[in-house]
């Protein structure tokens, strides 16, 4: 009886454990996780013998191409919300809308030298008679709303990280623009709460217009007749009201909160139409609005990314009409995307260049081939390390 027993307990336990490695076997691998936003690990090969990395390697890619990982991670974090956890998958859930990040951790004095001393570099390397460089910090979520952070959630050190990364730029080359400081400053908690995506890690159209606001007047490009072209008066806002927002952290807790939540864009009431050119690396090429701006406007779920615009290796928009005559690069992050528009309104020649591109444009081989008279670094507070990194 018992030996019945026993085979009616190990027979299936055996069979499950074969039976899901040999879907495992199976299964294709998959690349990516879009809900965790990261590639995902692929099978170990022989290079990985050589390195003595292969059990570890291999540990990893069986996590990584698990059956039906993504459903037991979605079960899993819809028991942490149930549960009200304090954190859920990394993130704060505040009154089950606001999706907050883990705050951001103190820099220390060396490494925060060591990120200035790059940007110092770069920055002597591309000066030249007449031409103006800037760094300007976009101010991350964490930050900015940390009046909206649990007791508990402890102390966020961004806007000291980035104050001191500020002051260790060399003033004869390059010219820091603090909007990490300006926001905390000058806005009340219910303003800036207005200013940022619910369940997104990135400011929103009108978050983006004070920030270049900011921008617009510590450069002092305006001179005393076209000061009012950044007033309030001229500018109007809008709203995509009718369509579902993916934000960014949503998307890594499986969509399981709101989408329900409105796009704000700010624009110029008197915006004309400019041109618009697009470089895969070859040249530029005459490009449209509707292919680099807002390309998910019309989509029934909207991101980020989709809402503004995308990450698109380098474009170019002219404007014959300018107030300011100038050339401007803006070397960016994504938090500069709602303020594209904004800058083609003022200068007669805005390209935006993004670093992470695969296509070989480096910061210097665009400010070479460009020659601009304005050189616009545009990083958000938090990850503003990584974004240095690739300024070559």
Same mark, same amino acid.
């Given at each position: 009886?018992?030996?019945?027993?026993?085979?009616?307990?190990?027979?299936?336990?055996?069979?499950?454990?074969?039976?899901?490695?040999?879907? %495992?076997?199976?299964?294709?691998?998959?690349?990516?996780?879009?809900?965790?936003?990261?590639?995902?690990?692929?099978?170990?090969?022989?290079?990985?013998? !050589? *390195?003595?990395?292969?059990?570890? !390697?291999?540990?990893?890619?069986?996590?990584?191409?698990?059956?039906?990982?993504?459903?037991?991670?979605?079960?899993?974090?819809?028991?942490? !919300?149930?549960?009200?956890?304090?954190?859920?998958?990394?993130?704060?859930?505040? +009154?089950?809308?606001?999706?907050?990040?883990? /705050?951001?951790?103190?820099?220390?004095? +060396?490494?925060?030298?060591?990120?200035?001393?790059?940007? *110092?570099?770069?920055?002597?390397? &591309?000066?030249?008679?007449?031409?103006?460089?800037?760094?300007?910090?976009?101010?991350?979520?964490?930050?900015?709303?940390?009046?909206?952070?649990?007791?508990?959630?402890?102390?966020?050190?961004?806007?000291?990280?980035?104050?001191?990364?500020?002051? *260790?730029?060399?003033?004869?080359?390059? /010219?820091?623009?603090? &909007?990490?400081?300006?926001?905390?400053? =000058?806005?009340?908690?219910?303003?800036?709460?207005?200013?940022?995506?619910?369940?997104?890690?990135?400011?929103?159209?009108?978050?983006?217009?004070?920030?270049?606001?900011?921008?617009?007047?510590?450069? %002092?490009?305006? $001179?005393?007749?076209?000061?009012?072209?950044?007033?309030?008066?001229?500018?109007?806002?809008?709203?995509?009201? *009718?369509?579902?927002?993916?934000?960014?952290?949503?998307?890594?807790?499986?969509?399981?909160?709101?989408?329900? =939540?409105?796009?704000?864009?700010?624009?110029?009431?008197?915006?004309?139409?400019?041109?618009?050119?697009? %470089?895969?690396?070859?040249?530029?090429?005459?490009?449209?609005?509707?292919?680099? !701006?807002?390309? =998910?406007?019309?989509?029934?779920?909207?991101?980020?990314?989709?809402?503004?615009?995308?990450?698109?290796?380098?474009?170019?928009?002219?404007?014959?009409?300018?107030?300011?005559? /100038?050339?401007?690069?803006?070397?960016?992050?994504?938090?500069?995307?709602?303020?594209?528009?904004?800058?083609?309104?003022?200068?007669?020649?805005?390209?935006?260049?993004?670093?992470?591109? $695969?296509? =070989?444009?480096?910061?210097?081989?665009?400010?070479?081939?460009?020659?601009?008279? &304005?050189?616009?670094?545009?990083? %958000?507070?938090?990850?503003?390390?990584?974004?240095?990194?690739?300024? /070559?």
């Amino acid at each position: 009886m018992k030996k019945i027993k026993y085979f009616w307990l190990t027979v299936p336990f055996i069979v499950v454990i074969f039976g899901i490695g040999i879907l %495992n076997l199976l299964s294709k691998d998959k690349t990516e996780s879009l809900n965790e936003n990261r590639s995902l690990q692929q099978a170990p090969g022989i290079e990985n013998i !050589i *390195n003595r990395d292969y059990p570890k !390697i291999y540990e990893t890619y069986y996590t990584d191409q698990f059956i039906k990982r993504d459903s037991l991670l979605k079960l899993y974090t819809k028991l942490q !919300i149930k549960m009200n956890k304090s954190t859920v998958r990394g993130y704060y859930i505040i +009154d089950n809308k606001w999706i907050m990040p883990n /705050k951001v951790a103190k820099q220390n004095d +060396d490494q925060i030298k060591h990120i200035a001393d790059k940007v *110092n570099k770069f920055s002597e390397k &591309i000066k030249k008679d007449g031409r103006e460089i800037y760094y300007a910090s976009t101010p991350c979520k964490s930050q900015v709303l940390d009046e909206l952070y649990p007791k508990y959630a402890g102390e966020g050190f961004t806007l000291e990280n980035i104050s001191k990364f500020g002051k *260790n730029l060399n003033g004869n080359y390059i /010219k820091f623009i603090n &909007i990490d400081k300006y926001f905390n400053s =000058e806005f009340s908690e219910k303003e800036k709460e207005k200013m940022y995506f619910k369940t997104d890690h990135h400011w929103n159209g009108i978050g983006a217009f004070e920030g270049f606001k900011y921008i617009i007047k510590n450069m %002092n490009v305006l $001179d005393e007749n076209n000061k009012k072209l950044i007033d309030n008066s001229n500018f109007e806002i809008s709203e995509i009201t *009718n369509k579902k927002f993916l934000g960014s952290y949503n998307r890594n807790l499986f969509s399981l909160f709101s989408k329900d =939540e409105n796009i704000p864009y700010v624009n110029s009431k008197e915006r004309k139409k400019y041109e618009y050119f697009n %470089n895969n690396g070859q040249g530029y090429e005459i490009s449209d609005e509707s292919k680099l !701006i807002s390309t =998910e406007k019309t989509f029934d779920e909207i991101t980020y990314g989709g809402a503004y615009t995308n990450d698109i290796p380098l474009y170019k928009i002219e404007n014959k009409d300018a107030p300011i005559n /100038k050339k401007i690069l803006i070397v960016r992050d994504s938090y500069q995307a709602p303020t594209t528009l904004l800058f083609a309104d003022l200068f007669s020649s805005v390209e935006i260049l993004d670093p992470k591109n $695969d296509i =070989e444009l480096n910061v210097s081989k665009v400010v070479n081939e460009s020659d601009p008279d &304005i050189v616009l670094f545009m990083f %958000n507070s938090e990850t503003y390390g990584g974004m240095v990194d690739l300024i /070559k």
